[in-house]
């Protein structure tokens, strides 16, 4: 059981943020990373069938040999955080509850930010969450569409991101949080350019961090944490593998790893 793989899905590449913490906080696991390209964006998407891809998704990873899964996505976790954790007996984490208990432990003027894609917004799972660790807190949040497409596109820093960032950013900075929550997977690396337009008093929050250390306890719990070395790192995407490659070429630099094209 300690040798089977830590399960991560997401639309795309957004779940790279979340295995940048597994390799950092939980480094001898084994990973099998499920990205749902063929399908992206689930943020325009309906519940039903946004929970829909996750049971299958967690069902294809389980099949490949997993003891726990990470939702690596904020918006599958609030359409199916619930109905996985129904479904299958391993531990399954999302990334939103982790997030926002980060963001109310950071915020001192007890104005959070959010940004997030429409599903998450619209599901009010982050405000849900903070409200109820602390009623009192403030939630300042805006849908920003275009931030996965050129995170997808590597364009991480050009001139257009900065510009989308912009604007997307202005009612938020103007609300004067001191804490904005990346409440997308893929916004973690559009960092730079997000803490440049909100300025450094504004802490960013990652929840890939605090849900990767929830996971660690609950393998810790559970007897269930790797101890040799012996690594594996499988992906799989329902997309163009070529491109999933060159994202795992820029972000994680070369390293052991297969890839397989997946048709449901
Ligand atoms: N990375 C995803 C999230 O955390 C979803 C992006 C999308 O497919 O719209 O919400």
Not at 156 to 185: M, R, S, W
């Amino acid at each position: 059981m300690k040798q089977l793989a830590i399960g991560v899905l997401d639309s795309g590449i957004g779940g790279f943020s979340v295995v940048k913490e597994l390799k950092r906080l939980l480094p001898k696991e084994n990973i099998e990373y499920f990205a749902d390209h063929a399908r992206q964006p689930y943020g325009p998407k309906e519940q039903e069938e946004i929970e829909g891809f996750v049971v299958q998704i967690i069902n294809f990873l389980l099949e490949k040999g997993i003891k726990a899964c990470i939702i690596a996505c904020n918006t599958a976790t609030a359409a199916g955080l619930i109905k996985a954790k129904e479904f299958f007996d391993i531990p399954i984490i999302g990334v939103i509850e982790p997030g926002a208990k980060a963001a109310v432990a950071t915020t001192i003027n007890g104005k959070i930010g959010l940004v997030a894609t429409e599903f998450t917004v619209n599901s009010k799972a982050y405000h849900k969450e903070i409200k109820r660790i602390n009623p009192e807190v403030e939630i300042f949040a805006n849908p920003c569409p275009k931030f996965t497409p050129l995170v997808e596109l590597g364009k991480f820093e050009t001139t257009e991101t900065y510009q989308v960032a912009k604007e997307y950013l202005k009612p938020i900075k103007n609300a004067k949080v001191d804490t904005l929550i990346l409440g997308c997977t893929h916004y973690p690396f559009l960092q730079k350019v997000i803490s440049d337009i909100m300025g450094p008093e504004v802490k960013l929050v990652n929840p890939a961090y605090n849900a990767v250390l929830d996971l660690k306890k609950i393998l810790e719990e559970k007897k269930l944490l790797k101890i040799d070395k012996d690594k594996k790192e499988n992906y799989y995407t329902t997309g163009n593998p070529d491109n999933m490659k060159k994202m795992i070429k820029i972000i994680f630099n070369s390293f052991k790893y297969s890839i397989e094209k997946v048709k449901f």
